[in-house]
């Protein structure tokens, strides 16, 4: 077992990272011990893992209450919120409570925005199984749930007190889901790190195959470094907003194909595709560096195109996504690969070029 | 204008008492100038103070979004917050906006939490036009919606930026929610300041007829109170819950009265007097303090008996009350006027005999 540590004062946690840990009681025991326990997990994760967990959650002496509720993007809305604020009000649990977020990256936001709100805020853990949450989702403390008008919109920063990331549990992991999660793993490289960036082009195939080593290493690195970003920025004032390197394309494609019909990976890896063009047309990456951006994204099995959808509607959906400050819209684009940088106020001619352009 | 300070390190704000407060531009300047401001009231404040509030804004070189919402108690629901995230995602308020609450308590809480999680949390100004709003519910940061399982179980602790009170939108306030205000601002004399229940039976009749020194006084001496407990336990880990004197109880009347059958603080005031007579059960206060307790409570026109439910029923309604710990419920009793004290593990008989004494 690898131990990081996020480090925020108070706020500090740490986040393990190994094979076999969803089962190892004294990971819970210094946060669960005597405790009530809602375990919100969904119903595809429940056959697989909840027993382990809640076994290991009672042998560190924790009261657990399951809450299950539905796979998918469509668990992060109110209504699903609503039926897990029932299930801990029906069991009673009060404000010395704590919730176990035990899935991906839904189940992660979902949960921790229901530890952020209920009662005014109970604690909470992280416990990610799949590549995604354990890379990306479950680190950091971004909460939410959706809005009709756009992903993420109703949320909360809200730090967990220990991340487990249980590498064992993405071996049932489908592999959509396991690129999916790549996605932002590379995102990691192209943000910060041009060595990861090297290291993901000589192991790709490694990940593919799940071996445990390459997967250990690309969590741990991908932990280390939202880590430091988050660290330096946990309420993204500023610099951590190039972790959404990707994303203002990406939010706006699984807006514009209906939540839940893109992973959120696949969107991400289409959006790094699109804003890899904008780098270019900015005149910030140079075209070789674009194309080494683009043929990553394609190895991995990953969509270099959105849906069809009109430029018009494109940009349409990416005013209103929550990072257009007073109306303009904000991109993280590349100044080299490993080297993120924000620009506002890019003409809406690059932008509809670089949506077609990023197909290419 | 008197000015007083909630010290909260970072979160400090200052609070602002005096008539004709809500027109001054000056106040609002430093918090919204150039910048997009939603102002959330509701169908009976706005006739009254909107317009005077948005020109005051527009004059502050605030961007206005007015968001109107029902009166009352079931304003504090899901879907009344829903239709302020509608609103202003349809104006395209991103992070860089600011919300101000315009109303009682209910605004406050309603807008407050939209405000902690709208975007993962933007600023806010409280602007209390209810005595109830201006003693208590504006200050301190604690903002929630009910559940159909319990009043305020879903919000948020989020701190205003600053809260403006203007005593001259009291001229305005129908005389039942006056007097529900008071049983507020009694409650801090009972709980902390001895002196303060001496000037209260002193100047009661003046308070109730709307003089306006002694509702400057009585906001002022409420806010210093609270302002003291909230900078000394933001979050309630303790001395906080001292604050919820006469609300165990009270919670429990507006819960099986319906919510919205009684005011909140004809409620509180009832649940005071039930204290008071478990207080005095409990041997920790005499006779005679809880007659007076009794007495300033009957003064001021509110009741000292709650809905006619079995004792049973607000025990079973207790249980649920947010603040039992592990189960267990915890009372704020007084011992002596001027002193509370946290109990648990009170005998059943015991709270039995109190329900029944307090209507006598």
């Not at 393990?16 to 809602?38: C, D, F, N, Q, S």
Request: a neutral charge; charged letters at 25%.
């Amino acid at each position: 077992m690898q131990t990081l540590r996020l480090a925020l004062g108070e706020r500090s946690y740490p986040i393990h990272i190994g094979a076999g840990l969803l089962g190892e009681p004294e990971l819970y025991r210094p946060h669960v011990r005597g405790k009530r326990v809602g375990v919100v997990t969904n119903r595809v994760v429940a056959p697989l893992y909840l027993e382990r967990v809640q076994r290991a959650l009672e042998k560190a002496e924790a009261r657990v209450v399951p809450v299950l509720v539905e796979d998918g993007e469509q668990a992060k809305s109110w209504s699903v919120l609503d039926r897990v604020f029932d299930a801990l009000l029906a069991a009673r649990l009060g404000r010395d409570a704590l919730l176990v977020a035990l899935g991906g990256g839904v189940i992660g936001d979902l949960a921790g925005f229901a530890a952020a709100v209920y009662q005014r805020g109970i604690p909470f853990l992280q416990l990610p199984t799949t590549l995604l949450a354990q890379v990306d989702s479950s680190v950091g403390g971004k909460t939410a749930i959706n809005h009709a008008r756009g992903k993420n919109m109703v949320g909360a920063f809200h730090q967990p007190l220990a991340v487990i990331a249980d590498v064992a549990s993405l071996d049932t992991l489908p592999e959509r889901e396991l690129r999916a999660g790549i996605a932002e793993v590379i995102k990691h490289g192209f943000i910060l790190d041009l060595e990861f960036v090297g290291w993901l082009e000589a192991n790709l195939e490694k990940l593919l195959a799940r071996e445990r080593a390459a997967l250990e290493h690309a969590v741990r690195r991908s932990c280390e470094l939202k880590a430091q970003v988050v660290a330096a920025d946990e309420r993204e004032s500023g610099l951590r907003a190039i972790l959404n390197f990707g994303h203002t394309f990406g939010h706006a494609i699984e807006a514009g194909a209906g939540y839940g019909e893109w992973l959120h990976g696949e969107a991400v890896a289409a959006g790094m595709a699109m804003a890899a063009e904008l780098s270019v047309r900015a005149g910030l990456l140079s075209a070789s560096d674009a194309a080494r951006v683009k043929a990553l994204i394609a190895r991995a099995g990953l969509p270099l195109r959105g849906p069809a959808l009109a430029p018009e509607r494109y940009l349409e959906l990416m005013q209103v996504d929550k990072k257009a400050a007073a109306g303009e819209v904000r991109f993280v684009l590349l100044e080299g690969l490993g080297r993120a940088a924000l620009r506002g106020g890019l003409d809406e001619a690059m932008i509809r070029e670089s949506l077609a352009a990023a197909a290419q």
